[in-house]
């Protein structure tokens, strides 16, 4: 398969600047997996696709305010865009401009925040190292500003528009998306019909808005997150399957984690790094359903949710969004894959 097999058509203005409210007012485009058949509803609607003994598999990752402003002993001012934490004080980062931020180089912020680049990473990043008398998390939160994807131009009034209401293990670059829909009262209703909740962690990286560059797709090197299941997750997931239940991933970030800890068809507990990449051809063995967005054209989630189906019923899907004028992406509306 070539990238190119994975692009559509979408006009620019489709592209969501703001969430709407309430969260769950969004639109709702419902495809069964199997024919193709779709339905227009709206997010609120969810818990009619849903049956008592249904698990839904939510990631509860937060988001990090990781973009910070800097000045090098130059002078020159520099963004620096956290990415993965390696130890107490090492961060790989991204540094705009990065062409001389070479190792030995001291970036200052303020709050007499300071970091030393130690090495180069791969795909033009940094390791520094943070210098701080106070707390770490403290001072992020005190300066970082928010991170929002590439697409999206206005500027955020509220931070947690960004996050969702269960959001609780600090470390992400971007937001699981998929679950932005989600209200505290939905959450109730959905209980409320016997539907079981469970959440794991995956700290989304800058890498799942990195375009693949290859023109066939299976010569793409995919980027690395980190996850983490407990053993309570583990177990609940692995009751639902062995009693036949559906387990529904929450977004593509909770299926990259189910099914890279769950290559035999048990979900196993632990934390790692996981560069799955999952494209048409791909056999799940933990997830029946999907709750997703609509995704970047050529994009690795694309390719993702087209192997939950077929890549022509999902493109024909997001053809029929197109004319429909749903709104695209990370504040956009969303799809009910099962």
């Known amino acids: 398969m070539e990238v190119t097999d994975f692009d559509y ?53 937060r988001v990090i305010p990781a973009r910070l402003h800097g000045v090098k002993t130059t002078g020159a001012h520099v963004e620096v865009f956290l990415l993965t934490r390696k130890n107490a004080t090492d961060w790989e980062v991204l540094v705009k401009p990065g062409k001389k931020a070479l190792p030995g180089t001291i970036i200052e912020f303020p709050e007499g925040l300071t970091a030393e680049v130690l090495d180069r990473t791969d795909f033009g990043g940094r390791v520094v190292q943070f210098h701080y008398e106070g ?68 700290h989304v990286g800058l890498g799942t808005f990195r375009p693949v560059e ?38 593509t970030t909770s299926i990259r984690t189910l099914e890279s800890a769950g290559t035999t068809g048990v979900l196993q507990s632990g934390s790692g790094w996981t560069n799955i990449f999952i494209y048409p051809g791909f056999t799940f063995h933990i997830v029946d359903a999907l709750v997703t967005n609509f995704h970047l054209p050529e994009s690795t989630l694309l390719m993702l949710i087209s192997a939950m189906s077929t890549r022509e019923k999902i493109l024909h899907a997001y053809e029929i969004a197109v004319q429909e004028k749903y709104r695209f992406f990370s504040f956009g509306d969303a799809m009910f894959i099962h």
Request: aromatic residues 8%; glycine residues 6%.
């Open 9 to 61: 058509d979408l006009p620019e203005e489709l592209i969501a600047q703001t969430p709407v409210e309430p969260r769950d007012s969004s639109r709702l485009l419902v495809m069964d997996k199997k024919t193709g058949e779709l339905e227009h509803r709206h997010f609120y609607d969810l818990p009619e696709y849903l049956k008592p003994g249904d698990l839904l598999v939510f990631n509860d990752t």
């Open 135 to 202: 707390v770490f998390d403290d001072i992020i939160d005190t300066i970082g500003e928010m991170p929002l994807p590439p697409y999206i131009h206005e500027k955020m009034e509220d931070p947690n528009e960004y996050q969702t209401v269960y959001a609780r293990e600090k470390g992400s670059a971007a937001a699981p998306t998929a679950g932005l829909h989600f209200t505290e009262e939905l959450l109730e209703k959905i209980k409320a019909k016997g539907v079981e909740l469970v959440f794991v962690t995956l």
């Open 214 to 251: 290859e023109e066939n797709i299976e010569d793409h090197a995919m980027h690395s997150e980190f996850y983490s299941i407990t053993e309570e997750a583990a177990a609940t997931v692995n009751k639902a399957k062995a009693e036949g239940r559906r387990v529904i991933a929450v977004g």
